[in-house]
């Protein structure tokens, strides 16, 4: 079936530290795959996505990269900020299918 | 442009009472869809409309859930009657293509 596995958290950094939150999902053939982020009272943002296999998703300095090989999604940022504060959560999409398949989420504490 | 409303932002109510959420998607998004967060897990797609069609309504509780979307625009998701576990936050999305996703803030309802 259809379903996104992530790692769990909360995950406690400083600031600036290098963040990495593991995501893997099922190799049912090739999904589109997605990061949101949820922030404190607010409703799931879109961070980044990636359609096909090498592909490599970024916004506001977050990255990741699709890799087929080993079925992984995970997010990276080179220098996290106490903004960065929030819940992410990985999610996949098959074509042909609207909706999206969310992973449990990893929280992220970043303290000054 | 105008985001997903929801409303109420906040609900609670007694088991077995019955409670209403509402969702005014973005104008001309053809597809409106309802997940259920329960807390410390990934959002669970309930009800999936194409206009006023249901597409995929297969995780949706029957018994005691219904949503509908008169005229293709704005949806209702009732409980009746409401249980303990019913307790989560319920999001609304809506999409022109199925890769643009954007989510309402959410009602976070509590069953006592």
């Known amino acids: 079936g259809n379903s996104v596995t992530q790692m769990e958290g909360p995950v406690t950094l400083s600031e600036e530290a290098f963040l990495t939150i593991n995501c893997t999902y099922t190799?049912?053939?090739?999904?589109?795959l997605f990061w949101y982020v949820q922030y404190p009272g607010e409703g799931l943002q879109l961070l980044l996505k990636?359609?096909?296999?090498?592909d490599k998703g970024s916004n506001k300095g977050f990255e990741a990269t699709y890799r087929k090989e080993t079925t992984s999604f995970h997010l990276e940022k080179g220098s996290v900020q106490v903004s960065d504060s929030a819940v992410y959560f990985c999610?996949?999409?098959?074509?042909?299918?609207?909706?999206?398949?969310f992973g449990t989420g990893t929280r992220l504490l970043v303290s000054p | 442009e105008a985001g997903v409303a929801q409303s109420p932002r906040y609900k609670i109510i007694e088991k077995r009472q019955s409670v209403a959420f509402w969702c005014n998607p973005i104008?001309?998004?053809?597809?409106l869809y309802w997940y259920q967060q329960i807390l410390g897990q990934g959002p669970k797609l309930l009800i999936q409309?194409?206009?006023?069609?249901?597409?995929?309504d297969s995780q949706l509780p029957k018994d005691r859930f219904s949503a509908e979307r008169l005229k293709g625009v704005d949806s209702t998701l009732k409980i009746q009657p409401a249980k303990l576990e019913d307790s989560a936050v319920y999001l609304c999305?809506?999409?022109?293509?199925?890769?643009?996703?954007?989510f309402g803030s959410g009602t976070r309802l509590t069953v006592v």
């Open positions: 999610a996949s999409r098959y074509t042909g299918f609207q909706k999206l398949v």
């Open positions: 190799a049912t053939g090739y999904p589109s």
């Open positions: 990636a359609t096909k296999a090498d």
């Open positions: 104008s001309g998004h053809a597809t």
């Open positions: 409309f194409q206009n006023n069609g249901v597409v995929d």
């Open positions: 999305a809506s999409s022109l293509e199925s890769e643009s996703y954007t």
